[in-house]
């Protein structure tokens, strides 16, 4: 096993495979581009859909506590001035007097009273004069362009939740606690996106408001802890890439009296994967104010009537693929050549199996090789077909894109020896081993892998 890769080179290795393979693109690439903008690919977009449906499962469906979603991207502006984002969406801006480029004045790593040189024309050491930019995207509802009709797009998702808590309440009347969950797109108009998909400024999110009575709240910040590491593991992130910081006070969003980052160890450095925040009832009652709508909760038994506060766990979609590309990529050395290989989880591989004739130009081998698929597309439809080349280039191709198992039908399938008749060659992608198995016992092996 090599893994003595330089991490730099190990970033535009993944950048590389995901548009190689079809997992990630730049945004509008034949235009030459736009900043922070990707787009999924045919395999990147079942990945993504493969961890949001894991997500959907483990954060709402497996629970009786949990309602779903799908609010609509612009909402009323009066949403953000409530929330505090017009005032305080904002990131510190710094802009080179010389070459006009423009960074966050807290990633340059200098002290607020301090000079500083730019990192990229090297001018300097020149004032750091800071000034505050408001991240969120503008545009206008209907014909008028002038201010009367701006709208924003949602910067997170959490807005079109706090927003349907009275909705979600008289439909169905849950009980404390319950949450609310959603995944959907938000927009943030970065100073300097950047590291592939890991600074975007359309990007997607899996957020859950849970609401608690007062008292409950340390209790189910710890449940939810506990669950963003059960997500981690479930969606194959090594333990000891991923860490826990707890941010400090002056350091929180303005809604936050206590948040934990989750930071996972990136190519570039350990950064912000995702972030569990105690968002008290600051949101609710700032929207029962600016509304006039009644956002309290009565307890049918006690009879008291409170407004709920609210723990936050905030899944970035994007942050989380890019750290599952990064600790899955290996390379290892096979036979006497490299080899690169995807360790996905077999539960959000895009693709769970890879079904083979060993000679595509005999029609038995063929027919019953499409007949192994069909069984085995029962189990999952993501089964695929390759033919092409010879075998080693098949397993290689997939071994790239994470499939987990391969499957090839050769003479001895048929009858050639007699006591091998249906069995069936079973590939493993991380050892490239292989053993002997019958078909059902193929299937019943990917059934327990995806479960
Ligand atoms: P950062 O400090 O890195 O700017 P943040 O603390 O502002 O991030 P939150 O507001 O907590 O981020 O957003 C919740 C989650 O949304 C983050 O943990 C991350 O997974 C994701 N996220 C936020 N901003 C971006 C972005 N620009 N591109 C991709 N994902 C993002």
Same mark, same amino acid.
């Given at each position: 096993?090599?893994?003595?890769m330089a991490d730099q080179n190990l970033m535009e290795k993944i950048v590389s495979l995901a548009k190689r393979?079809?997992f990630v693109f730049p945004g509008s690439e034949?235009?030459?581009g736009l900043a922070g903008t990707y787009d999924y690919g045919?395999?990147g977009?079942?990945l993504k859909?493969?961890v949001?449906?894991?997500?959907?499962?483990?954060?709402?469906?497996?629970?009786?506590?949990?309602?779903?979603?799908?609010?609509?991207?612009?909402?009323?502006?009066?949403?953000?001035?409530?929330?505090?984002?017009?005032?305080?969406?904002?990131d510190?801006l710094?802009?080179?007097?010389?070459?006009?480029k423009r960074f966050r004045a807290d990633h340059l790593g200098?002290?607020?009273?301090?000079?500083?040189?730019?990192r990229e024309?090297?001018?300097?050491?020149?004032?750091?004069?800071?000034?505050?930019?408001?991240m969120?995207?503008?545009?206008?509802?209907?014909?008028?362009?002038?201010?009367?009709?701006?709208?924003?797009?949602?910067?997170?998702?959490?807005?079109?939740?706090?927003?349907?808590?009275?909705?979600?309440?008289?439909?169905?009347?849950?009980?404390?606690?319950?949450?609310?969950?959603?995944?959907?797109?938000a927009f943030r108009n970065e100073i300097a996106p950047r590291d592939f998909i890991f600074r975007l400024r359309e990007l997607s999110q899996?957020?859950?408001?849970?609401?608690?009575?007062?008292?409950?709240?340390?209790?189910?910040?710890?449940?939810?802890?506990?669950?963003?590491?059960?997500?981690?593991?479930?969606?194959?992130l090594?333990?000891?890439m991923v860490h826990?910081l707890?941010?400090?006070?002056?350091?929180?969003?303005?809604?936050?009296?206590?948040?934990?980052d989750f930071q996972f160890d990136y190519p570039f450095k350990r950064d912000e994967l995702w972030g569990?925040?105690?968002?008290?009832?600051?949101?609710?009652? $700032?929207?029962? @104010? %600016?509304?006039?709508?009644? #956002?309290?909760?009565?307890?049918? +038994?006690?009879? =008291? /009537?409170?407004?709920?506060?609210?723990?936050?766990?905030?899944l970035g979609v994007d942050r989380t693929i890019l750290a599952i590309l990064t600790s899955a990529y290996?390379?290892?050395?096979?036979?006497?050549?490299?080899?690169?290989?995807l360790?996905?989880?077999?539960?959000? $591989?895009?693709? @769970? %199996?890879?079904?083979?004739? #060993?000679?595509?130009?005999?029609? +038995?081998?063929? =027919? /019953?090789?499409?007949?192994?698929?069909?069984?085995?597309?029962?189990?999952?439809?993501?089964?695929?077909?390759?033919?092409?080349?010879?075998?080693?280039?098949?397993?290689?191709?997939?071994?790239?894109?994470?499939?987990?198992?391969?499957?090839?039908?050769?003479?001895?399938?048929?009858?050639?020896?007699?006591?091998?008749?249906?069995?069936?060659?079973?590939?493993?992608?991380?050892?490239?081993?292989?053993?002997?198995?019958?078909?059902?016992?193929?299937?019943?092996?990917?059934?327990?892998?995806?479960?």
């Amino acid at each position: 096993m090599m893994e003595c890769m330089a991490d730099q080179n190990l970033m535009e290795k993944i950048v590389s495979l995901a548009k190689r393979r079809g997992f990630v693109f730049p945004g509008s690439e034949i235009y030459g581009g736009l900043a922070g903008t990707y787009d999924y690919g045919p395999l990147g977009v079942v990945l993504k859909e493969n961890v949001e449906r894991l997500w959907l499962q483990m954060f709402r469906d497996d629970r009786d506590d949990m309602y779903g979603v799908d609010a609509a991207i612009l909402m009323n502006p009066k949403i953000w001035e409530a929330s505090g984002h017009v005032a305080g969406f904002s990131d510190p801006l710094v802009e080179c007097e010389k070459c006009k480029k423009r960074f966050r004045a807290d990633h340059l790593g200098a002290p607020s009273d301090s000079s500083w040189v730019c990192r990229e024309c090297g001018h300097g050491p020149m004032p750091l004069r800071v000034r505050q930019f408001n991240m969120m995207f503008k545009t206008h509802a209907g014909a008028a362009e002038d201010d009367s009709a701006t709208v924003y797009l949602r910067p997170e998702t959490a807005g079109g939740i706090f927003t349907n808590f009275k909705n979600v309440v008289d439909s169905l009347h849950p009980k404390l606690p319950f949450g609310i969950a959603q995944i959907g797109k938000a927009f943030r108009n970065e100073i300097a996106p950047r590291d592939f998909i890991f600074r975007l400024r359309e990007l997607s999110q899996m957020e859950v408001e849970y609401f608690v009575k007062p008292s409950e709240w340390e209790q189910a910040f710890e449940e939810w802890r506990k669950m963003m590491h059960l997500f981690a593991e479930a969606v194959g992130l090594p333990q000891s890439m991923v860490h826990e910081l707890e941010v400090p006070d002056g350091e929180r969003a303005h809604y936050s009296k206590r948040t934990i980052d989750f930071q996972f160890d990136y190519p570039f450095k350990r950064d912000e994967l995702w972030g569990l925040a105690y968002r008290t009832d600051f949101d609710l009652s $700032a929207h029962a @104010k %600016a509304s006039g709508a009644e #956002l309290s909760y009565l307890d049918e +038994e006690t009879k =008291e /009537k409170f407004v709920p506060h609210v723990i936050e766990p905030s899944l970035g979609v994007d942050r989380t693929i890019l750290a599952i590309l990064t600790s899955a990529y290996k390379e290892d050395q096979m036979g006497d050549e490299t080899r690169t290989y995807l360790a996905l989880s077999p539960k959000i $591989a895009p693709v @769970k %199996a890879m079904v083979s004739p #060993l000679l595509k130009n005999k029609p +038995e081998l063929v =027919e /019953k090789a499409r007949d192994v698929r069909a069984e085995l597309k029962k189990v999952h439809p993501a089964i695929a077909w390759d033919d092409n080349g010879n075998i080693g280039k098949r397993y290689r191709r997939q071994d790239e894109i994470g499939t987990p198992f391969c499957i090839t039908i050769d003479f001895d399938t048929l009858g050639e020896t007699p006591n091998l008749k249906d069995t069936v060659t079973l590939r493993h992608r991380d050892s490239g081993e292989q053993e002997r198995l019958t078909v059902p016992e193929v299937a019943s092996r990917i059934r327990s892998a995806i479960q």
